[in-house]
């Protein structure tokens, strides 16, 4: 739990419960060393409590990487929710996780995640101010997906060119598992740049409309890893490259949005012996982060923002840079590269 040998354990984590709600929330915070510890917080049913809180301490770490990567003033930390089994009452149970949020006297700073909203994060100020991702009159602010799906496009772009030599996304061929928040605009993205997709949803309705709106050959959800494509987009959940996905690979590039894509170090080492290149998740899905950032620190505004979740492009390019010299997977690279940046920046 104290984290492993090479890797700064967690500075706090705060187990919270509120028996009027239903709350039990775990709040991890794993750095502060670059500012407040910045990262979404997850609603989600577990099948028990060390599960979520895996979940916590591992979504946290990779906060950490994904800040410092990204250039920003905030160290890395993330919460999850456990889904109550029962009836509840969404916004009082939300308004009780605020209070523990603000109970850490800006030491985490909250956001959307996997099965949280903007009226979520919304509700939540009137019981803290450490909330970011609201919807804002007049102001920039809200759902981070569309810049999350930014990144993780000119990531694409970036690998095609540099892995395959093309000089643009027609005609490449795409699999996006999953059509979600972001997976439906990356969706979008590719295909105005002429991509060709290859898309599978566990929400039929979804992959219909993708069908009918972006000319998507639809496969199931057990073939979308082994599709006959040239780049994987994972945008659903964790751990989808492992052992048994790897093998069936035929893409020469994965790039997508879902946090904690490589079930272990090791099957990062899998794919490069594959000779399939990796951008590792952190790396490219970092527009989210970066758009309520901004939003938190009052500098919102859609242009600048769009313009910095667009230099992910150069950290891309950069990497394929350094492990032309370094020789390791751009796992280990980038890996190495942002613990190098968990340091309080020079300039915040
Ligand atoms: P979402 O919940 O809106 O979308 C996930 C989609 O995946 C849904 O359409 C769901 O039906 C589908 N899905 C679930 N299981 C599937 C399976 N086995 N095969 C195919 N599709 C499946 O979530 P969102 O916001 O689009 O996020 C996607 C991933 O990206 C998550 O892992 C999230 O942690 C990560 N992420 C999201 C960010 C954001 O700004 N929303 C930022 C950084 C990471």
């Known amino acids: 739990l104290f984290g492993l040998p090479d890797q700064a354990p967690h500075e706090q984590v705060l187990l919270a419960a509120d028996p009027e709600t239903g709350l039990r929330a775990i709040l991890a915070v794993h750095s502060t060393a670059r500012g407040p510890a910045f990262g979404g917080c997850r609603f989600w049913s577990y099948d028990n409590e060390l599960a979520a809180l895996n979940d916590a301490l591992r979504l946290s770490q990779g906060m950490s990487l994904k800040n410092a990567l990204a250039n920003l003033p905030f160290g890395g930390g993330k919460a999850v929710i456990i889904k109550p089994a029962g009836d509840f009452d969404r916004p009082a149970l939300f308004a009780a996780f605020g209070r523990a949020v603000q109970s850490l006297n800006g030491a985490y700073i909250t956001a959307e995640d996997v099965g949280t909203t903007t009226a979520d994060m919304k509700g939540m100020m009137a019981t803290t101010q450490y909330v970011s991702g609201i919807p804002r009159e007049g102001a920039f602010g809200g759902d981070p997906s569309p810049k ?48 060709k997709l290859v898309v599978a949803d566990v929400n039929a309705e979804k992959v219909s409309r993708a069908q009918a709106e972006f000319g998507a050959t639809a496969v199931s959800v057990s073939d979308i890893l082994g599709a006959d494509v040239d780049v994987v987009a994972p945008c659903a959940l964790g751990a989808v490259l492992n052992s048994t996905t790897i093998p069936a690979l035929r893409a020469r590039l994965i790039a997508g949005a879902a946090n904690n894509q490589l079930a272990t170090a090791a099957d990062g080492d899998a794919l490069q012996a594959r000779g399939i290149t990796y951008l590792p998740d952190y790396l490219v899905n970092a527009g989210g982060i970066i758009s309520v950032a901004r939003e938190f620190r009052g500098e919102g505004e859609e242009t600048a923002v769009m313009n910095e979740v667009a230099q992910i492009r150069g950290r891309v390019s950069e990497l394929l840079d350094r492990i032309k010299t370094s020789g390791q997977t751009p796992a280990r690279e980038a890996d190495a590269w942002a613990r190098s940046l968990l340091v309080k920046p020079a300039k915040a």
């Open 148 to 195: 999350t799906a930014f990144g993780v496009f000119v990531s694409i772009d970036e690998g095609v060119r540099r892995v395959m030599g093309r000089d643009s996304l027609e005609g490449v061929r795409v699999a996006l598992q999953g059509l979600g928040a972001v997976g439906w605009h990356l969706a979008e993205y590719l295909h105005k740049a002429g991509a």
